[in-house]
């Protein structure tokens, strides 16, 4: 069973940086591509990032490029996305998901708070 668990969430200020970590259990995390979403309440999911497998080249949505960075650590069966320079806009539930080699999600974690605000 696919379980994923985001950790890493907070509170910081404008300009801020944070790090969130996506760590798989019950599953081949190696196999999976690793999405990143965000989501505010009463607004669509927002893509973020990807992290393929097998060397995890990595695609980053156009809206946070440059702001963001996803990467993985299949020892640890870990992703992250580092996030750097927030805005209160990046407020929002982030949330990974493993997608299997068939690009059907086969799990979600239930998603970390981050807060940017002064």
């Known amino acids: 069973q696919v379980q994923l668990v985001e950790f890493g969430g907070g509170s910081v200020q404008p300009g801020g940086s944070l790090r969130l970590s996506c760590t798989g259990s019950?599953?081949?995390?190696?196999?999976?591509?690793i999405n990143w979403y965000r989501q505010v309440p009463g607004e669509e999911r927002e893509f973020l990032a990807t992290v393929a497998t097998s060397g995890g080249r990595t695609y980053t949505a156009d809206s946070v490029k440059g702001r963001f960075a996803a990467s993985r650590d299949d020892e640890k069966m870990t992703a992250y996305i580092d996030m750097y320079n927030l805005k209160p806009d990046d407020t929002a539930l982030y949330y990974c998901?493993?997608?299997?080699?068939?690009?059907?999600?086969?799990?979600r974690g239930q998603g970390t708070q981050v807060t940017v605000s002064s």
């Open positions: 998901t493993a997608v299997d080699g068939a690009g059907l999600t086969a799990g």
């Open positions: 019950g599953f081949m995390f190696s196999r999976y591509r």
